[in-house]
């Protein structure tokens, strides 16, 4: 879409977007987090507004400013995650889940601080699986014809690992970026291909994180029915 001429090809829709990054908390003052920033979502939140959306955003730790015009709820860890995402896809068109969610949350949560002891070796630390929520929503769509758009970070054989995420998730689109030096993680711009359950294969140049997010907008809006 070209700046300016913005169409309301969302009126009418309901979309959920995540963004940021969970923490999952060890004691009172520590965590394991990553450091996604929220930006690629919350340009999602913004620019689904801009075509005419209702858009509820679901914001893990980003310090960002509520993107006008969006439903704003907010979530810590990935199980508080899950629930707020699970909630809002229930009457949604389309759920894209562009926070980064840990993988692991550890095992036991200490209600104390944990403290070091002299001469003692540090404790292993203990984790356990957190619930897949983009797999768990592919799976069991809220309504007929939902969309499910996921997000991977990739090295290596980018594209290779991209299809096999897609086709384990069960998601229609996946957004793969190629991790790297000055790509993604907290900068203004990125650069992806967004791979289609359908076999397409869609290349983004390095712009934007707005100019991403129109061109995923402009794939889900050709496959909403
Ligand atoms: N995701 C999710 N729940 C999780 C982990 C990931 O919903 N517990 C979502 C992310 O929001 C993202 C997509 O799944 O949209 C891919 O995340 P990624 O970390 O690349 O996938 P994983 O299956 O965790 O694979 P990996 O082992 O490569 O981290
Ligand atoms: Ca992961």
Same mark, same amino acid.
């Given at each position: ?7 309301? !090809? ?12 969970? &923490?999952?908390?060890? !004691? ?6 990553? &450091? ?161 359950? !359908? ?27």
């Amino acid at each position: 879409l070209a700046r300016g001429t913005t169409v309301a !090809d969302l009126a009418g829709r309901h979309v959920v977007v995540s963004a940021g990054g969970t &923490r999952e908390p060890l !004691d009172p003052v520590r965590f394991l987090g990553n &450091r996604s920033s929220g930006k690629q979502g919350y340009a999602l939140a913004r620019t689904a507004v801009a075509r005419g959306a209702r858009v509820t955003l679901v914001a893990a730790n980003t310090g960002l400013p509520d993107p006008a015009g969006a439903d704003v709820v907010t979530a810590g860890t990935a199980e508080q995650l899950r629930e707020q995402v699970v909630k809002a896809a229930a009457d949604a068109d389309v759920v894209v889940m562009a926070a980064a969610v840990a993988d692991f949350r550890p095992a036991a949560y200490a209600a104390g601080k944990i403290k070091k002891k002299d001469g003692e070796e540090p404790p292993p630390l203990a984790l356990v699986r957190n619930p897949d929520i983009l797999a768990e929503i592919s799976a069991h769509r809220a309504r007929p014809g939902q969309l499910v758009v996921g997000f991977a970070a990739e090295t290596d054989d980018v594209l290779a690992n991209g299809r096999a995420k897609l086709a384990r998730k069960g998601c229609d689109l996946l957004v793969v970026n190629e991790v790297g030096e000055r790509k993604a993680f907290g900068t203004e711009e990125n650069e992806a291909v967004v791979l289609g359950a !359908d076999g397409s294969e869609t290349p983004v140049p390095y712009g934007p994180k707005e100019a991403l997010a129109d061109r995923i907008w402009d794939l889900v809006a050709a496959r909403l029915v």
